[in-house]
């Protein structure tokens, strides 16, 4: 069975500081990772995917993640934050063999001027 | 650009009673899926849908739940006889089929139903 854990319900950063939101998963096949922004009382727009190659991925709106497969994660980064980042970030895992893109629990960000 | 639209955007029913939400995925996609999120938090998986039948779902979609892709362009949930627990935001979601299937998805706004 594919799961996902986002460890952190909330994490604070001011802006123009480094960001990281993280993420493990696991699957029993080859893992398709996704990172997903959702502001208040809109759906979920799709930042940024790893599916095979680099493991360091570019998404939209600067923001990057990487994939590590030893320590199964793939924590979502950006270099400067900015205070409109400030939202809610889920990370979604679907195993290659089957339809079902499962979500993690969310994580708030909130950045701070 | 394309999106995937949702109506109604809110829904007020009486528990028992039936809901249909409404969803017209992107034209060009092939797969369909209706996810939920209660209070803001977990989105959780219901359905996917493909080649006209459903592929997976989850313990969730229980008998009363269903859905269909009546006419080509709509994709619609059913909820036959609504609990209050059925109150949360209702996501449509679709994607196309790329070289290795491994498109991501993409959200409508949401329905949320309320049901008292």
């Known amino acids: 069975a594919q799961s996902v854990a986002q460890p952190e319900d909330q994490v604070n950063v001011a802006e123009g500081n480094p960001l990281t939101v993280k993420c493990t998963y696991s699957v029993s096949g080859n893992p398709y990772l996704f990172w997903y922004v959702q502001y208040p009382n809109r759906g979920l727009q799709f930042l940024l995917k790893?599916?095979?190659?680099?493991?360091l991925v570019k998404g939209s709106y600067g923001f990057e993640a990487e994939f590590n497969k030893s320590q199964t994660s793939f924590h979502l980064k950006k270099p400067s934050a900015l205070v409109s980042d400030s939202a809610l970030y889920f990370c979604?895992?679907?195993?290659?063999?089957?339809?079902?893109?499962?979500f993690g629990t969310g994580t708030r960000l909130k950045v701070l001027a | 650009e394309p999106e995937v639209t949702q109506t109604p955007s809110h829904q007020v029913t009486q528990m028992g009673q039936e809901v249909i939400l409404r969803c017209v995925p992107i034209s060009n996609h092939l797969y369909f899926y209706w996810y939920r999120q209660i209070l803001g938090q977990k989105v959780e998986f219901l359905v996917s849908f493909y080649n006209n039948e459903i592929s997976e779902k989850s313990e969730i979609f229980d008998d009363q739940f269903s859905v269909e892709r009546p006419d080509g362009s709509n994709f619609t949930l059913k909820i036959r006889s609504t609990k209050l627990e059925d109150s949360a935001m209702y996501f449509c979601?679709?994607?196309?089929?790329?070289?290795?299937?491994?498109?991501?998805?993409?959200f409508g706004e949401g329905s949320r139903l309320t049901v008292l």
């Open positions: 790893y599916i095979t190659g680099d493991n």
């Open positions: 979601a679709s994607r196309n089929r790329d070289e290795w299937n491994t498109g991501e998805l993409f």
């Open positions: 979604a895992v679907r195993d290659a063999g089957t339809y079902k893109y499962i």
